[in-house]
């Protein structure tokens, strides 16, 4: 039976998923007292959020302290919709946190709101230093992803506070209450 690097690193993703989330269960919950409801649940790194609602922070916090926070895209394995068990490395903006995870969205440079078919679940957010090739950026607004810290590869760039403000009003009412 060979066993092929995709399915090894499906595995190790899934086993470093669960020990994160046993990590988590026992650690304490320390949020921020700004909160707003938002969604919820207990999912592994870059999976979407869960049904169960929890009180979460959303704000445009970026430090240059080395850690990921809100206001910065960072670079993540995110697991595909219709798929989870695979996936690829892509950029992710941060928008909040919820207890020790973090709350993203992410990004593509597939142009999809300057076509004949405008596409409402993605917003434009231009060019940054995110994308080495300088391709303007959407960020899919309908995903919420939670995210461990360490499972953040590396940190791309700080979005200027206007485009992080146009991102979060931009998200649908049902996402966050």
Same mark, same amino acid.
């Given at each position: 039976? #060979?066993?092929?690097?995709?399915?090894?690193?499906?595995?190790?993703?899934?086993? !470093?998923?669960?020990?994160?989330?046993?990590?988590?269960?026992? #650690?304490?919950?320390?949020?921020?007292?700004?909160?707003?409801?938002?969604?919820?649940?207990? #999912?592994?790194?870059?999976?979407?959020? /869960?049904?169960?609602?929890?009180? !979460?922070?959303?704000? %445009?916090?970026?430090?240059?302290?080395?850690?990921?926070?809100?206001? /910065?895209?960072?670079?993540?394995? +995110?697991? %595909?919709?219709?798929?989870?068990?695979?996936?690829?490395?892509?950029? !992710?903006?941060?928008?909040?946190?919820?207890?020790?995870?973090?709350?993203?969205?992410?990004?593509?440079?597939?142009?999809?709101?300057?076509?004949?078919?405008?596409?409402?679940? %993605?917003?434009?957010?231009?060019?940054?230093?995110?994308?080495?090739?300088?391709?303007?950026?959407?960020?899919? +607004?309908?995903?919420?992803?939670?995210?461990?810290?360490?499972?953040?590869?590396?940190?791309?760039?700080?979005?200027?506070?206007?485009?992080?403000?146009? +991102?979060? #009003?931009?998200?649908?009412?049902?996402?966050?209450?």
């Amino acid at each position: 039976m #060979a066993i092929t690097l995709r399915s090894l690193l499906s595995l190790a993703r899934r086993v !470093v998923s669960a020990a994160e989330r046993e990590q988590s269960r026992q #650690a304490p919950d320390r949020r921020s007292p700004r909160k707003s409801s938002g969604p919820t649940g207990r #999912a592994t790194p870059g999976r979407p959020a /869960e049904s169960r609602r929890r009180a !979460v922070s959303l704000a %445009y916090s970026p430090s240059s302290d080395g850690n990921p926070d809100p206001g /910065e895209i960072v670079w993540m394995w +995110v697991p %595909y919709e219709d798929d989870p068990a695979q996936g690829k490395d892509r950029p !992710v903006l941060l928008i909040g946190r919820d207890g020790h995870d973090l709350l993203g969205l992410m990004l593509t440079s597939r142009d999809r709101n300057n076509t004949r078919e405008h596409d409402d679940r %993605y917003i434009d957010i231009g060019t940054g230093a995110w994308d080495r090739q300088g391709r303007p950026s959407e960020v899919k +607004v309908d995903r919420i992803l939670r995210v461990a810290p360490a499972g953040i590869r590396r940190e791309g760039a700080v979005l200027p506070r206007d485009r992080f403000e146009r +991102v979060v #009003a931009a998200l649908p009412d049902h996402l966050l209450g």
